[in-house]
């Protein structure tokens, strides 16, 4: 039976470290990979304590081309080539589009959609080599109906999507898939930090009301916790998924159906 090795980058906390866990429990070796490399460390220790699953943990910033390739060398060397990936990684800022400076959009686009493509560039060649391959890039619904306040999270955002649907095409003949998990409004340290933002930002009372609003427009009643978005990372990495590919899965509790 093929070796299952997964790395995931931005593994560390919140969606990732919830697909770590859930790739654990059917994968030979774990690569959980963030710019946090203490953090990084103390998740893979404690995933393999919980699981007796081989966890390595390791540090690299996605936005960095050369330490994405060192990465990726350690991985090997560690664990072998991995032919799940997951790409978790991305900062978000809670602003409006006029008041962003170039220096925003650099910032975001530098983890979000540099990240994602520096991590396919350098991780994908060894699926296309073994035959087989399940990629996992996680954007946002906002990308796909907009976002006020987040104009350039969500335009990275639909860059991802366009990527790696492109790459789906390319890629197909070889057994790999790619496809985009999508997430609504989940319960994470990206999504308490930005929250926070907006109530520095627009104050308590309009904050208030806005939470209530946000609620409202849930048909399921409640916001996503990590392990609601997991699930969906797992199933598109399963051989239950072999015929998909190129596809964008929304896990959002009916927020948008489009
Ligand atoms: N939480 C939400 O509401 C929500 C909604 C839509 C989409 N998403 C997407 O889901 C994914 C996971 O989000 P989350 O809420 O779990 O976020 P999170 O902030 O809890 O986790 C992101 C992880 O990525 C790491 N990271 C950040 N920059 C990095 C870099 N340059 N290189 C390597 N690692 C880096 C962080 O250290 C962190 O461990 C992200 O792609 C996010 O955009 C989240």
Not at 3 to 9: L, N
Not at 40 to 64: I, S
């Amino acid at each position: 039976m093929r070796k299952r090795v997964a790395m995931v980058m931005g593994g560390a906390r919140g969606i990732g470290f919830a697909s770590c866990r859930r790739l654990a429990k059917d994968c030979d070796g774990i690569a959980i990979v963030d710019i946090n490399g203490d953090r990084a460390e103390q998740a893979a220790k404690r995933l393999q304590e919980e699981t007796g699953t081989k966890v390595v943990g390791f540090a690299a910033d996605a936005g960095q081309r050369e330490e994405v390739v060192r990465v990726r060398r350690e991985i090997k060397e560690a664990l072998g080539a991995p032919s799940i990936l997951v790409n978790c990684a991305a900062i978000v800022d809670d602003k409006l589009f006029l008041e962003s400076t170039p220096e925003d959009w650099d910032r975001i686009l530098h983890v979000c959609l540099y990240g994602t493509m520096h991590t396919l560039h350098e991780f994908l060649p060894d699926m296309v080599t073994a035959g087989y391959g399940r990629v996992v890039c996680l954007a946002s619904d906002s990308a796909k109906g907009g976002q006020a306040r987040l104009s350039y999270y969500a335009a990275a955002k639909g860059a991802v999507l366009a990527l790696t649907k492109s790459i789906a095409q390319e890629l197909g003949r070889s057994g790999v898939t790619l496809n985009i998990v999508s997430p609504g409004a989940t319960n994470t340290e990206m999504r308490q930090g930005r929250e926070a933002q907006m109530k520095a930002s627009i104050g308590d009372e309009k904050y208030e009301r806005r939470v209530k609003a946000v609620l409202k427009a849930y048909p399921l009643g409640r916001l996503g916790e990590s392990d609601d978005i997991a699930a969906a990372v797992h199933f598109l990495t399963s051989d239950d998924a072999s015929w998909i590919t190129g596809q964008v899965l929304s896990v959002n509790g009916g927020w948008s159906m489009a």
